[in-house]
C-alpha cells in the first residue's frame, strides 16, 4: 500500500496529506497495476442536519467506494460493496451514528449536509481507532462532491488557485 501527499516548498518545506484531484484518475488509468486508487476529499466544520432541531458541526469527507478496500475499517451495518457506489449516501461511524439518531436504526434515514446535500444513510462504520490520522465520521460518495464543492472537483483547479498568487 502506499500514499501520495503533497510537498510544499515555500520558507520551509510542508506536507500535506492532500493532491490535487485528478491525480486519482490519472493514477488509475496510467497504473493498471494498481489494484485500487481511492480519492478522499476531508471537509472540516459542515453542518450536518438530522432534523431542523438537530443540528450539527462535523468533519466529513467525500470518499472513492475503494475507501473500504483500501483501509480495514469494518462496516457494523450495511455492505461493504455497495455503501459507496450510490450517489446522495453516506456512511456514519458507530458513534455518530448514536450522537444522530439515539437507539433507532439509523439506516434509510436522511441527512443535510451544509443545505447543498440530502443524504441517505446506508452503512455504519466501527468507531475509527485513534492511531489512524483520518478523523471525519462521516463518509459520502465522492461523486457528490461536484455537488456540495464544485471547484474542488474542476480538472485544473489547483492551476487557478496559483495564478492568484503570481
Not at 459507496?84 to 455518530?96: G, K, P, S
Not at 441517505?120 to 460518495?141: A, K, V, W
Request: with cysteine; proline share 7%.
Amino acid at each position: 500500500m502506499c500514499r501520495i501527499y503533497t510537498e510544499f516548498h515555500d520558507d520551509k518545506v510542508r506536507y500535506n496529506t492532500g493532491v490535487p484531484n485528478p491525480l486519482g484518475t490519472v493514477f488509475r488509468n496510467e497504473h493498471p497495476v494498481v489494484e485500487h486508487v481511492g480519492r478522499i476529499a476531508f471537509l472540516k466544520k459542515r453542518v450536518v442536519e438530522v432534523s431542523p432541531a438537530k443540528k450539527f458541526e462535523e468533519d466529513i469527507a467525500f470518499a472513492d467506494p475503494e475507501f473500504l478496500d483500501i483501509f480495514n475499517f469494518p462496516l457494523v451495518q450495511g455492505n461493504p460493496k455497495t455503501v459507496l457506489h450510490e450517489r446522495n449516501t453516506a456512511i456514519l461511524t458507530d458513534r455518530v451514528a448514536r450522537k444522530y439518531f439515539g437507539d433507532d436504526d439509523p439506516i434509510g434515514k436522511l441527512v443535510h449536509v451544509d443545505d447543498s446535500l440530502v443524504v441517505r444513510i446506508t452503512g455504519i462504520l466501527r468507531d475509527l481507532p485513534p492511531n489512524t490520522d483520518f478523523r471525519s465520521e462521516m463518509f459520502i460518495p465522492f461523486d457528490n462532491l461536484k455537488d456540495h464543492t464544485p471547484w474542488m472537483v474542476e480538472k485544473d483547479w489547483w492551476r487557478l488557485c496559483w495564478r492568484g498568487g503570481s
